[in-house]
């Protein structure tokens, strides 16, 4: 007799279903915010994302209004305009996570591998998921250098005058500050944090982050509550979340005194790792969320179910896969400063 010690709940595959989301939601940083818009199935695989264009509006979007251009002659009625409006496209993508056990693993191994399969997937499913959302958020072309005019001169750490000169870039766009984000569970839905524009750091970066004068950390907040539970603290309008996959560029900065700042993941090397500080604001970019038990796909095939591909019971497949993509859907209210990190 073949005794079974994998956990009865490992092997369902509603319990899958329940599971995988909740083990993603720890690693999201990035995926917990910008606009979400869910997409029903069997529509269409390209999104839009679409708002009108303001009156009067300069290459930064924001209006730059005349007001003479609007004063109104008696008895003369006034040229009339129309709206135009403003269509971002993105197009989905399916990402998949498989793992495959044996009959004998599934049923005489010490351990729940199903079980721990289940957490595997669901965990890399929210670090792909990020990765995604940080591919499209890095990328944008709105840069500003914490010296020079170019990656490759990058050699020095992240100010107060640099996240300053952001502010002023997407005030002068008539951005937003965030003021909400994507809750928490598989559920679809927002919730209200407090107003401030979101700086999205690696882990790397915190130390240099803590030095800037006027940093509030998130223990010293009072009522005011942590947007994110890896916000580290707040500077001015700025509020600093921190994750370990916003990596760096190894080596692509100036040269550097060695042990001063980083370089190849070290502090031996003279050339400055170069690392993205992603500074956005309200409706800055958008994504389609993994939320929902319509965007994520388990798969639970545990070893005993035969068919014709399997029909000795032999091997078992847990996985998932799920549709996404992000867009930048405003370059002026996202803005990237490249630094180097201090050594310590």
């Avoid at 490992?10 to 720890?26: C, F, T, V």
């Avoid at 603290?233 to 190894?250: D, H, M």
Wanted: charged fraction near 20%; aromatic fraction near 8%.
């Amino acid at each position: 007799v073949m005794q079974n010690y994998s956990t009865a709940p490992s092997r369902n595959l509603i319990m899958a279903e329940r599971e995988m989301p909740k083990k993603a939601d720890p690693i999201k940083v990035l995926s917990s915010f910008g606009d979400q818009k869910p997409v029903p199935q069997n529509k269409t695989d390209t999104v839009v994302f679409r708002r009108p264009v303001p009156l009067d509006a300069a290459n930064n979007g924001a209006p730059v209004v005349t007001a003479s251009d609007y004063l109104l002659q008696e008895g003369t009625t006034p040229t009339a305009r129309t709206i135009q409006y403003q269509d971002v496209q993105v197009t989905l993508q399916q990402y998949g996570v498989l793992m495959k056990l044996s009959s004998k693993a599934e049923m005489l191994h010490e351990d729940d591998i199903p079980g721990d399969m289940v957490t595997l997937v669901g965990e890399h499913m929210g670090t792909i998921e990020e990765m995604i959302s940080y591919g499209v958020v890095r990328g944008g072309t709105n840069v500003v250098y914490a010296n020079g005019t170019s990656r490759a001169a990058v050699n020095t750490g992240i100010s107060i005058n640099k996240l300053r000169q952001v502010a002023r870039i997407i005030e002068s766009a008539h951005g937003k500050r965030v003021t909400e984000k994507l809750s928490a569970g598989v559920n679809f839905g927002t919730s209200a944090v407090h107003a401030a524009y979101l700086v999205f750091i690696h882990t790397d970066l915190e130390a240099d982050i803590r030095n800037i004068p006027g940093f509030t950390p998130v223990v010293e907040y009072g009522q005011q509550k942590p947007c994110h539970e890896r916000e580290i603290g707040a500077v001015e309008q700025f509020r600093f979340i921190t994750s370990p996959y916003f990596r760096p560029w190894l080596q692509a900065g100036g040269t550097v005194t060695a042990g001063a700042f980083l370089s190849g993941g070290g502090t031996t090397l003279t050339t400055g790792d170069v690392y993205p500080i992603m500074v956005v604001g309200q409706n800055a970019w958008g994504q389609v969320a993994l939320k929902g038990m319509g965007s994520i796909d388990p798969v639970y095939l545990p070893a005993k179910q035969k068919n014709h591909a399997n029909p000795m019971g032999q091997f078992g497949y847990v996985g998932a896969n799920f549709w996404k993509n992000a867009v930048r859907l405003n370059e002026n209210w996202l803005v990237r400063v490249e630094v180097c990190a201090s050594g310590l």
